[in-house]
T-cell receptor
Framework: EPEVTQTPSHQVTQMGQEVILRCVPISNHLYFYWYRQILGQKVEFLVSFYNNEISEKSEIFDDQFSVERPDGSNFTLKIRSTKLEDSAMYFC????????????FGEGSWLTVV | GNSVTQMEGPVTLSEEAFLTINCTYTATGYPSLFWYVQYPGEGLQLLLKATKADDKGSNKGFEATYRKETTSFHLEKGSVQVSDSAVYFCALLANQAGTALIFGKGTTLSVSS
């Protein structure tokens, strides 16, 4: 079964450093997403990406964050100048359409900011 | 705004027990409703869904019925197995409000033999 893969599975970074989380969506999918889950809290939507541009973003997704699809297979989330409160599990997801019916999630990247 | 509330865990059951995990939602319009499951060490997987009132989603022995009158989508299973141990997330997609799934906090289920 096709799957979304994410790297790294766990990253520890110093406060103020930049982090790039990587994702390889399912190959024939057109919509790409990032979600995050702070420990003990809800899974929160960050951003969706379609046709090489951001199609929707939450208020969490401020200038500290950016996404990119640098080639035909990868989808990255960059977090600049990390803060302690950025520590969370970050989930990448992809889908063929935007109905929510076919969203596939990766296993997550656990980011710890110290 | 749109939101999902699900029961606090952990839920601890013996094998073959009946499971209910409560989920209620607040949304404008007519959202689609989902249950996702996360097994240890894996990503979120769609378990079942319902797209309109009175629809019943079902998969792997799990069921949930979209109840508009009570704004609920409770997850049930008649006889749980040890392999059902996982974290269960209720979610909604507000169909008139973009592509963002709105999740509950998740409920951890632990089933012992």
């Amino acid at each position: 079964e096709p799957e979304v893969t994410q790297t790294p599975s766990h990253q520890v970074t110093q406060m103020g450093q930049e982090v790039i989380l990587r994702c390889v969506p399912i190959s024939n999918h057109l919509y790409f997403y990032w979600y995050r889950q702070i420990l003990g809290q809800k899974v929160e939507f960050l951003v969706s990406f379609y046709n090489n541009e951001i199609s929707e973003k939450s208020e969490i997704f401020d200038d500290q964050f950016s996404v990119e699809r640098p080639d035909g297979s990868n989808f990255t989330l960059k977090i600049r100048s990390t803060k302690l409160e950025d520590s969370a599990m970050y989930f990448c997801a992809s889908s063929r359409d935007d109905t929510g019916n076919t969203i596939y999630f990766g296993e997550g990247s656990w980011l710890t900011v110290v | 705004g749109n939101s999902v509330t699900q029961m606090e865990g952990p839920v601890t059951l013996s094998e073959e027990a009946f499971l209910t995990i409560n989920c209620t939602y607040t949304a404008t319009g007519y959202p689609s409703l989902f249950w996702y499951v996360q097994y240890p060490g894996e990503g979120l997987q769609l378990l079942l869904k319902a797209t309109k009132a009175d629809d019943k989603g079902s998969n792997k022995g799990f069921e949930a019925t979209y109840r508009k009158e009570t704004t609920s989508f409770h997850l049930e299973k008649g006889s749980v197995q040890v392999s059902d141990s996982a974290v269960y997330f209720c979610a909604l997609l507000a169909n008139q409000a973009g592509t963002a799934l709105i999740f509950g906090k998740g409920t951890t289920l632990s089933v012992s033999s």
